[in-house]
């Protein structure tokens, strides 16, 4: 089946990042650069989805409720595809830049992949916080 779909898919994307070496009298320093998100261009800096909740953040505006709610669709996709093992989170950013995602793993995986922030006791409780939409 093929068509337009019933709803709007945001034209979203992840910011470019490089890493950037600098030799220095023998002291290598190693930086991480991303892509800059003009608030001018961008709109406000808004949190979508945390990576403690599977759940879109609630009282966004209308256009940063639609973007969440595709994104928790994607986060039903990755869900679903990786045989239930990792979904992506902490979706962050502008309208159309969003930066610094979490990956969240299954505890079947290991507890130390993705540091921190891969909160394995929450993916336990995606399939019951989800909200299909």
């Known amino acids: 089946m093929c068509g337009t779909p019933p709803f709007n898919i945001p034209n979203i994307c992840f910011v470019h990042v490089a ?4 030799d220095d009298a023998g002291v290598t320093r190693t930086y991480l650069v ?3 998100i003009d608030e001018a261009t961008e709109g406000k800096f808004t949190k979508y989805i945390s990576n403690d909740s599977p759940s879109p953040l609630p009282n966004l505006n ?3 409720s639609e973007i969440s709610r595709y994104l928790s669709f994607a ?3 990755q869900y ?3 045989k239930k093992l ?3 989170a902490d979706f962050q950013g502008g309208t159309t830049l969003l930066t610094d995602p979490q ?3 299954s505890p079947n995986l290991s507890e130390s992949l993705f540091v921190e922030g891969n909160l394995t006791h929450i993916f336990t409780l995606f399939e019951e916080k989800h909200a299909c939409n």
Do not use: G, R
């Open 19 to 22: 890493l950037a070496s600098i």
């Open 34 to 36: 991303e892509e800059f």
């Open 62 to 64: 209308t256009k940063s």
């Open 75 to 77: 986060q039903h996709v």
């Open 80 to 82: 679903i595809k990786t």
């Open 86 to 88: 990792t979904y992506v």
């Open 103 to 105: 990956i969240i793993t």
